[in-house]
């Protein structure tokens, strides 16, 4: 409910008057002469010159203080963008606030209801506001919210006397999510105002904004409520009044109100606690006034949540000072021991990294049972899915220990880079994603060095979304958007992998002291602040060129313009001279089409290295690429020796060769590092998925695993297969591919057996988990006989239900997958009554996959029915995980297709489109199609919902053109990959 949404009635003649000029009415008016109207116009159009030449010259420009300068920085940016006379004028191209007044204080009491038949907020907000540009409104953003109209008032600020401004009307606009006050007069510039508004909110269950959420105390049943936050990107105003825009930086001094056996949280230390008098047994948390901030870093938490003081050891700030907690439900509280350990350590690495002390006193990490998100950044109060936060070593996986760390790095990363210092605008939302994703590894690598994080960066994001970017439906890293829609797509893999893979890039051909050093820079100068991409790039370069790490003809914005602002990536091909031993070096765009010709050039950092003289740990370029699209290479080996370019893959680009080349690399395969045959393996078959390299020369270098037994080789290869596994799962060819991958497993398959060992790396583990993966889905005789009978085990033996008995954590996957995917109704129950009954988040997800298994269609269309209903068991937070699972399954793949067509209206009602739910089940439902007549099902199903795409646009566009190339590979490349396959067998007696 957004209050009153519609816009006041008017008299006709008012409401041509306001078509002529573009505006909306308010309710009163009044009739004057033409000539009058032109006087009044000529005099208001001067007067606007007039006021802008003094705020130019009026408002302070600089300040002593850091904190002070922000408003001013904020100020002398914001008159850069065209003042709109009428903010609250509906638009459906954008729904930017102007800039005419500016937030520099909220003070916020929320009353938030908790309870079955209530869960509404009555609210108070009281901003103080800097007037820039003389307007007779203050317009702000609200969604959800109902204003007490009767209650706003504006007060002028004086040192002496108050002076009230009456307010004369309340216009809504539902696009733009705003409230504007109409004012009898006009706001002078330079001047401080108190808007004050009195508001009744919704604890939602939506996930977004303030929402509620619950759990069942497993010692009674009885079912506990809770209410959090969640505001990135634009939800703060479901909660209260704001200018809910990241430019628009504050303080925020917060009260909760809660019943007294409930506590709070908020993102700075509880100030004081007091009675309640108006409701007996409530209570009052008065919070300590915050540092300037947006609004989408506020968060609140009332719950009945119990906390962990972690071990604090080395950090710049004092124990006595500062605290560092973590928060879960009661019984889950133990699952949080490994997050305190590692939070602290990692803090403290960032603190050194950047030098630059964490700026609060105070840290808390909070694990919520529905989250949308896996977790987020609120300045001291980070919020989690539980999976992402709690780890239990006698049943989460190696893989779920890595997550829980990962993600608390790279949350921790953002309260420098997303809160400290805060893009202008959500275009530049990787300029905070990117830098916590690829920080992230950073502090990981620190707190876990035997892991490899730096190395499996390379598969877990660089080669990720190079796939994805390879579609023309990608979209730029820094990319134009305006409507809340916009915002909510872009929170994608190119935001967070490219965006994190260029900043590796940029950390290489820059070098780590130089990238280090112009990082704290940038952060210095904009602490508090805001900033744009342009912002980082100058101190970077300053810090480059001061150096010597960048040639003075080069800027950092020259050579990474290219990579931000424009889509995609380049493929560099390498064509050898043998005779005079160079090399043609060319670039283009590498597009999952390869007919699509376009003129995009890159600045490309270019490593390589020889057979002759091999290193692969350089890491600053040997030449550039400098946007163009070709130059020479001289003084490369003989026509016996291979050449490697891009080494480590530190580039965002793929590498092409001539045929000789490939065939000295694959006689020499082995003898490579395992992040280059990872490299070669990815980029082989991902060029021959393309039509640029023929198949034969691609399988011929994946054949060369049947030696391998590392863990990043066999993930790139595996990651790489997954398209010929689905292309080929519906065609004759398929029996050849089973029988050909296992024949590849066999060796690395003995070397890891099923059972974890005494001394296996986390890599081992890692690589078992994906092995066995593979080798029970391609039915490996041993791996299928393991699984059912353990789970068989499982199912018989008297065990506490928090118990696995045979199964140890990592073979959970595999063993719950398979044993459902051959068996029964009853074994699909089993792990359905675990599901119920697990305390486990990781857990939970790991059955709520493995549920999607079954080869029953009865099953899963009953199991796809279940994702709309708040009774079935399945929380909202999980519903894409389900639909997914289902969906990659190739007996549920049509299943899941028909269920998304048929319940398209209630998928959107039930999620709505805060989070990525439905475009993920979008995007997995082009996994398996490739014939002409499911493109022309998918193309129908977009038509006909075309009017209500909403978030999932982006979404429909990049399925439909992976349909489109799979369709495509179908003709091209089958009959290619049929006949390797066929030789391949023959050949080798499989």
């Not at 008159?79 to 204080?105: A, C, D, E, F, G």
Request: negative net charge; contains cysteine; charged residues 20%.
């Amino acid at each position: 409910m957004n209050g009153r949404s519609e816009i006041p009635a008017t008299t006709d003649l008012q409401a041509a008057n306001c078509i002529d000029y573009g505006k909306q009415c308010s309710r009163k008016g009044y009739f004057i002469s033409r000539k009058a109207a032109v006087l009044i116009a000529v005099v208001y159009i001067c007067s606007l010159v007039l006021t802008g030449l003094l705020v130019f010259y009026c408002v302070p420009r600089s300040s002593s203080s850091k904190l002070q300068a922000s408003d001013t920085n904020l100020a002398r940016t914001f008159r850069m963008r065209p003042q709109v006379t009428l903010p609250y004028q509906k638009t459906h191209s954008s729904n930017r606030l102007t800039t005419h007044t500016i937030p520099t204080h909220y003070r916020i009491q929320l009353v938030p209801f908790i309870m079955e038949d209530n869960f509404t907020t009555s609210g108070e907000v009281w901003i103080t506001l800097k007037c820039l540009e003389a307007a007779d409104n203050i317009t702000l953003n609200i969604n959800d919210i109902e204003v007490q109209e009767s209650s706003v008032k504006v007060t002028q600020l004086h040192p002496k006397k108050d002076l009230s401004i009456q307010v004369v009307d309340h216009v809504y606009n539902t696009d733009a999510q705003t409230y504007s006050s109409i004012l009898d007069q006009q706001l002078m510039p330079g001047g401080q105002y108190e808007l004050y508004i009195k508001f009744m909110g919704h604890i939602n269950d939506h996930l977004q904004g303030f929402y509620r959420s619950s759990y069942f105390d497993p010692e009674t049943g009885q079912k506990r409520w809770l209410a959090s936050t969640q505001f990135s990107p634009t939800d703060a105003r479901r909660a209260f009044p704001c200018f809910d825009e990241p430019a628009f930086k504050a303080r925020f001094t917060v009260s909760l109100a809660r019943s007294a056996n409930l506590s709070s949280l908020s993102n700075m230390p509880l100030n004081f606690t007091e009675p309640m008098s108006e409701i007996p047994g409530w209570e009052w948390d008065h919070y300590n006034e915050t540092v300037p901030m947006s609004t989408y870093l506020v968060a609140f938490i009332i719950s009945d949540l119990h906390s962990l003081d972690a071990t604090m050891t080395n950090l710049s700030i004092s124990e006595d000072s500062f605290r560092f907690t973590v928060w879960a439900r009661e019984f889950a509280l133990p699952q949080t021991s490994y997050a305190a350990r590692i939070g602290p350590r990692i803090l403290h690495y960032l603190e050194t990294y950047f030098n630059i002390p964490f700026p609060l006193p105070k840290q808390d990490m909070v694990a919520l049972p529905d989250f949308g998100f896996s977790a987020m950044e609120n300045w001291g109060l980070i919020t989690f899915r539980e999976s992402a936060l709690l780890y239990d070593a006698n049943i989460s996986t190696e893989v779920n220990k890595e997550r829980v760390a990962e993600v608390v790095s790279h949350e921790l990363a953002h309260q420098w880079f997303g809160n400290l210092v805060t893009p202008w605008w959500w275009n530049d939302l990787w300029l905070k994603e990117g830098f916590a994703t690829f920080i992230g590894y950073q502090g990981l690598h620190h707190v876990e060095p035997s892991w490899r994080n730096k190395d499996q960066f390379i598969r877990d994001h660089l080669q990720e979304v190079l796939m994805l970017d390879a579609l023309e439906s990608s979209h730029p890293i820094s990319v134009p958007v305006q409507h809340t829609d916009q915002i909510r797509e872009i929170f994608d893999r190119v935001s967070y992998c490219k965006g994190a893979s260029v900043i590796r890039m940029m950390n290489h051909f820059l070098g780590e002291e130089t990238f280090k050093r112009g990082l704290t820079n940038y952060l210095e100068v904009h602490k508090f602040s805001n900033a744009r991409q342009d912002d980082l790039w100058q101190q970077l370069t300053l810090q480059a060129h001061q150096d010597g790490s960048l040639p003075l003809h080069m800027t950092v914005k020259e050579i990474m313009d290219t990579w931000t602002l424009q889509t995609g990536y380049p493929v560099v091909t390498v064509t050898r001279n043998y005779l005079n031993v160079s090399a043609y070096i060319s670039q283009e765009r590498f597009l999952l089409s390869s007919n699509t010709i376009t003129n995009a050039t890159w600045w490309v950092p270019l490593t390589f290295t020889t057979q002759e003289a091999p290193d692969f740990n350089m890491t600053q370029p040997q030449l550039w690429l400098e946007n163009v699209q070709s130059t020479v290479v001289e003084g490369l080996p003989g026509n016996t020796s291979w050449v490697l370019f891009n080494v480590h893959e530190t580039g965002f680009y793929r590498v092409n060769y001539d045929h000789a080349n490939w065939r000295l690399l694959i006689s020499s395969f082995q003898q490579l590092p395992d992040v280059t045959r990872a490299q070669l393996l990815d980029d082989s078959l991902n060029l021959a998925l393309s039509g640029r390299l023929e198949y034969r020369i691609a399988m011929d270098l994946t054949s060369q695993l049947i030696t391998d037994v590392e863990y990043l080789p066999w993930s790139a290869a595996l990651t790489a297969l997954e398209h010929l596994d689905t292309m080929l799962a519906l065609t004759p060819a398929y029996g050849n591919f089973k029988h050909i991958v296992l024949a590849l497993l066999d060796k690395v398959y003995n070397s890891l057996q099923f059972e974890d060992r005494a001394l296996d790396s986390h890599l081992d583990l890692l690589n078992r988990a994906q092995v066995l993966s593979w080798a029970c889905r391609l039915d490996h005789e041993f791996c299928v006989w393991n699984a059912k009978n353990k789970y068989r085990r499982w199912m018989t033996q008297e065990l506490e239900e928090r118990e696995t008995g045979p199964i140890s954590p990592n073979q959970k996957e595999v063993v719950y997958c398979t044993a459902i995917k051959h068996g029964g109704a009853d074994v699909w129950n089993f792990a359905w009554k675990k599901y119920q009954l697990s305390n486990v988040g990781s857990d939970k997800e790991h059955l709520l996959e493995a549920l999607g298994c079954s080869r029953e269609p009865w099953i899963l269309n009953r199991y796809l029915s279940w994702i709309t209903s708040n009774s079935s068991g399945i929380r909202k937070q999980d519903g894409a995980r389900v639909f997914v699972t289902v969906a990659n399954n190739v007996v549920g793949h049509s299943l899941a297709f028909n269920f998304l067509r048929d319940n398209w209206d209630a998928l959107q009602s039930y999620y709505g489109v805060a989070f990525s739910s439905i475009s993920r089940m979008v995007s997995a439902i082009a996994t398996y199609m490739n014939t002409p007549l499911q493109l022309s099902q998918l193309e129908k199903l977009q038509d006909e919902n075309a009017d209500k795409l909403g978030t999932t646009t982006q979404s429909f566009k990049q399925a439909i053109e992976v349909v489109r190339a799979n369709v495509q590979w179908m003709a091209n490349s089958y009959n290619e990959v049929n006949d390797w396959l066929e030789s391949y067998s023959k050949s080798h007696y499989l």
